[in-house]
């Protein structure tokens, strides 16, 4: 029986997983299907359950279920208890076993794609929900000199930072207003562009050469891709970050790690 993966959502008609990961099964020489499944809001559980009673093996989870993906899993990574979300799942014999690769893919993203190192650097992370909890713990690992996390309530923002203050680079938090400026790099992780927003702060937070990533992508980072080009900053959708947070679960699922520049090519020529 062929080996069984999906995306999990509501909504998930859109997602780019199956495309991705069919062309890392190709490549790599890994037989599996790789679909869209979609559970309804109060029917997450119960869809899992069905999916692993058909034979499947693992899958990716997206909005609105990551939260509940990590409660249900009874083993679960290093940074997926770190940032309290999994948006992937192994059917192990002994139990789920959750990790959340969100973070590893922003990271190699910037690092890799866009040939920047993160150490010594001055980042600005945007919004304080599930995005940002499963990035934190990994941007942090590549030794910025301080991540700043801003967010529309505060309090959210600062227990974010508490829970991630022991891993020894200067974190602080702050509202949207009181954003720092000049910033070397700036991620929205935020579900502004999700409305054709431009960026939920200020242009300040940008200087000539920043990188400015937002980690949606195609159409709807399209207003934060034009508001950091005309600040002079490097703008940067999200497909990367897709791409790379897809090889850490392939890899998790498989042991097999895939090239991620001739898909990430592929797919930015269908947009």
Not at 150 to 177: E, I, M, P
Not at 183 to 193: C, F
Not at 199 to 219: C, N, T
Request: hydrophobic share 50%.
């Amino acid at each position: 029986m062929t080996d069984r993966y999906a995306v999990v959502g509501n909504p998930v008609e859109h997602s780019r997983s199956p495309a991705i990961h069919a062309m890392f099964a190709e490549q790599t020489g890994q037989t599996l299907t790789y679909e869209r499944l979609l559970a309804p809001l109060d029917g997450f559980e119960a869809a899992l359950k069905a999916f692993v009673a058909a034979g499947a093996k693992g899958c990716n989870i997206t909005v609105p279920f990551k939260f509940d993906a990590f409660a249900l899993a009874a083993n679960r990574t290093e940074r997926a208890q770190l940032g309290g979300a999994v948006n992937t799942l192994r059917f192990d014999a002994d139990g789920w076993t959750g990790d959340n690769t969100d973070g590893a893919g922003l990271v190699n993203d910037i690092q890799k794609n866009t040939g920047r190192s993160l150490a010594g650097l001055q980042v600005l992370l945007v919004g304080a929900g599930g995005a940002s909890a499963g990035a934190l713990g990994a941007l942090i690992a590549a030794r910025p000199a301080r991540v700043t996390l801003v967010n529309r309530t505060l309090d959210k923002a600062q227990a974010l930072v508490a829970s991630h203050a022991h891993l020894g680079v200067t974190l602080s938090a702050a509202t949207l207003a009181d954003a720092p400026a000049a910033q070397d790099i700036v991620i929205n992780a935020t579900s502004t562009s999700l409305a054709g927003a431009a960026s939920p702060v200020d242009a300040r937070v940008l200087k000539r050469g920043s990188l400015a990533l937002d980690m949606m992508y195609g159409p709807k980072a399209q207003g934060f891709l034009d508001w950091a080009a005309a600040h002079g900053a490097e703008p940067r959708d999200g497909l990367g970050m897709l791409v790379e947070q897809a090889a850490e679960a392939f890899f998790f699922w498989r042991g097999v790690r895939p090239d991620t520049a001739p898909v990430l090519k592929a797919l930015r020529a269908t947009l």
